[in-house]
T-cell receptor, first 112, second 117 residues
Framework: RKEVEQDPGPFNVPEGATVAFNCTYS??????FFWYRQDCRKEPKLLMS???SGNEDGRFTAQLNRASQYISLLIRDSKLSDSATYLC?????????????FGKGTKLSVKP | NAGVTQTPKFRVLKTGQSMTLLCAQD?????MYWYRQDPGMGLRLIHY???????AKGEVPDGYNVSRLKKQNFLLGLESAAPSQTSVYFC????????????????FGEGSRLTVL
């Protein structure tokens, strides 16, 4: 089983749609979780951290399910500008930042 | 706001040539990293550094060397380039203070596209 797995997509959705991405991780002892956004031919940027109780930032909601070892990202009222690749990132073993594991990303395309 | 700056942005090498990628950050971050990103592979850590004068191997260190002589700079060297090293290379930095807050935010440079023929 790969360490961090994501559905590569692409997810093609119309403007205004709600879309959800899931990410599974292999190490049950993983300590911290994040979603990054990467635009085409650009660098990744932090979108949001994922907390145990779930957290929301505007149209974006992130949730963690430790029992099932997955995290999710929900985007409501999709905008054209949301088109990007979304990277799931897990601090797999804690401690040093050298333990951040990136998923391969899920591509989202929002159409007019 | 320069943040993390990588040079060069693009480079074409012949097999066997050597080169150095330079990463500079102006945020006084302790940690710096070099990643490579390949289609279908995601970001993979090559080497990282938790402070001036210290480096450590990541997931895919073979064929690369690094140095952190100054806190603000992290150099990635290819001694003898191979076609398998054709990739987009990203440098990133972060702060231990951010780690304790668990934000996990890495600040990335814009990337360096390397082609080895």
């Amino acid at each position: 089983r790969k360490e961090v797995e994501q559905d590569p997509g692409p997810f093609n959705v119309p403007e205004g749609a709600t879309v959800a991405f899931n990410c599974t991780y292999s190490n049950s002892a993983s300590q911290s979780f994040f979603w990054y956004r990467q635009d085409c031919r650009k660098e990744p940027k932090l979108l949001m951290s994922v907390y145990s109780s779930g957290n929301e930032d505007g149209r974006f909601t992130a949730q963690l399910n430790r029992a099932s070892q997955y995290i999710s990202l929900l985007i409501r009222d999709s905008k054209l500008s949301d088109s990007a690749t979304y990277l799931c990132v897990v601090n797999m073993y804690g401690g040093s930042q050298g333990n951040l594991i990136f998923g391969k990303g899920t591509k989202l395309s929002v159409k007019p | 706001n320069a943040g993390v700056t990588q040079t060069p942005k693009f480079r074409v090498l012949k097999t066997g040539q050597s080169m150095t990628l330079l990463c500079a950050q102006d945020m006084n971050h302790e940690y710096m990293y070099w990643y490579r990103q390949d289609p279908g592979m995601g970001l993979r850590l090559i080497h990282y550094s938790v402070g001036e004068g210290t480096t450590a191997k990541g997931e895919v260190p073979d064929g690369y060397n690094v140095s952190r002589l100054k806190k603000q700079n992290f150099l990635l060297g290819l001694e003898s380039a191979a076609p398998s090293q054709t990739s987009v290379y990203f440098c990133a930095s972060s702060s231990p203070k951010l780690n304790r807050l668990n934000t996990g935010e890495l600040f990335f440079g814009e990337g360096s596209r390397l082609t080895v023929l």
